[in-house]
């Protein structure tokens, strides 16, 4: 890394207003009892001034990765880096942008920070105003103007001359939900879960039916089944990114830039299909089972018509939404459920199980 002890990383520019002309010293490095940059020099590179006194006769630019004034510098300073200190003494103004600031020194006239973190220990003295907006200010010095400034976090331990005007932000919270809010996530959520449920007991009447006939009957082994299918996605998603990524590499080396695109664009395709299935079977389609299983369990009677199965379907999906909706251990619930659904439908999945697993009293006694 590029360094400029006093100058800065990178760039520094050294002058006053007066026309003088100017000298390029790139990559010098000075040293003695006391090291001078005379007014009208510009340093283009790095300058490394080490002495018992060094001084910049007139203002310092600095720019860099890191800048620290660790001199004297005799009219104004104005930095911009993502790291600067101001360790000695600057007899004009001090201006910095940087991502964190720090004044240990002596600061003439007034400071001006705009920063990610600014620090002023409590050995600095600033002869002015301290003007800032930062992310977090520390101010342990002395200021003997007025400290104005914006801040999110904002600590003073020091003196101020003047008066002392600090805006602190405080993060906006957002308002706590109200009971009709509630409510009306509620019904959404009711709505939204009435309208899966339909279009299965339209669409697929046994496999949806014989779902919650399983998770009423076969309940542990139903929420055993969703547990494991839910980590099953998980591997299988991390599966598809490592194929993809080996893939990919392995037409890279060979030279097949255009099969490498196609790689991983099939391979995000894949990933993004998966994460949409699961999360349209988990969020809709498995708590839409277990209402129609509690629906049923709850209306002995409902039968096997489709109106019969829509009644039970609407009961048992209200019990499920508000059971979610009870604070704290709703949520507990609610994730129960899901796998509980979850692992009905795999059960139905399975070639060879497209109805229910066991006929129904009702239908029994039809045949008979």
Not at 132 to 142: E, L, P, T, V
């Amino acid at each position: 890394m590029k360094t400029i002890v006093v100058l800065a990383v990178a760039l520094a520019s050294l002058s006053t207003g007066a026309a003088a002309q100017q000298t390029e010293l790139g990559g010098k490095v000075r040293s003695g009892r006391e090291v001078t940059i005379p007014a009208g020099e510009t340093v283009q590179g790095d300058l490394i001034a080490s002495g018992g006194t060094v001084r910049v006769d007139g203002d310092l630019l600095a720019s860099g990765g890191q800048v620290i004034v660790a001199g004297t510098v005799t009219g104004d300073v104005l930095v911009g880096a993502g790291s600067a200190t101001i360790s000695g003494e600057v007899g004009g103004d001090l201006r910095a942008g940087a991502g964190q600031a720090r004044i240990e020194g002596r600061v003439g006239e007034d400071a001006v920070l705009g920063v990610g973190q600014a620090t002023v220990t409590s050995g600095a003295q600033i002869g002015g105003d301290l003007i800032f907006g930062a992310g977090r200010m520390q101010m342990d010095g002395a200021v003997a103007g007025s400290v104005l400034g914006s801040t999110g976090n904002y600590t003073s331990d020091g003196s101020v001359g003047g008066s002392e005007r600090v805006n602190i932000q405080q993060p906006e919270q957002a308002p706590e939900p109200t009971l009709a809010d509630r409510a009306v996530d509620a019904l959404r959520r009711y709505v939204s879960l009435l309208v899966i449920g339909v279009l299965l007991l339209w669409l697929l009447p046994r496999v949806f039916r014989g779902a919650a006939e399983a998770a009423r009957r076969r309940t542990l082994v139903s929420l055993g089944v969703g547990l494991l299918g839910f980590l099953a996605v998980i591997v299988a998603l991390v599966l598809v990114v490592l194929v993809t990524v080996l893939v990919a590499v392995v037409l890279g080396l060979l030279g097949l830039g255009s099969l490498t695109g196609l790689t991983v664009f099939g391979g995000l395709l894949v990933a993004a299909i998966i994460v949409f299935l699961f999360v349209l079977a988990v969020a809709f389609a498995a708590q839409a089972t277990v209402g129609l299983a509690l629906g049923r369990l709850l209306l002995r009677g409902e039968g096997r018509s489709f109106g019969g199965g829509l009644g039970a379907l609407a009961l048992g999906l209200l019990v499920v939404v508000l059971v979610a909706a009870i604070p704290i251990v709703g949520g507990f619930v609610e994730a129960l459920l899901a796998l509980l659904g979850l692992g009905a439908l795999l059960l139905m999945a399975r070639p060879g199980r497209r109805g229910d697993p066991q006929p129904s009293l009702e239908a029994a006694q039809g045949l008979s």
